[in-house]
């Protein structure tokens, strides 16, 4: 699958890697290392402490919130 035929979520990961410089994978440690739980306090948390976009946000914890 290449990344123009990404459906869902992932769709956004090009775009999140070339704006922020960070790969995905860094991106979802952070995310699943962080003291919160709840999918908006995550986006919150990704905007407030790490400049992310609201869709960018988003997408990276509904991906990695759909993982467990």
């Not at 979520?9 to 995905?24: D, Q, V």
């Not at 306090?41 to 914890?61: D, F, P, R, T």
Request: glycine letters at 8%.
């Amino acid at each position: 699958m290449t990344a123009a035929a990404a459906k869902g979520p992932a769709s956004y990961f090009p775009s999140i890697e070339k704006k922020y410089g960070r790969p995905i994978a860094e991106w979802k440690d952070l995310i699943r290392s962080a003291p919160l739980t709840r999918h908006m306090e995550l986006v919150n948390w990704l905007k407030s402490e790490h400049g992310l976009g609201h869709g960018h946000a988003n997408a990276l914890v509904a991906d990695t919130l759909a993982e467990r």
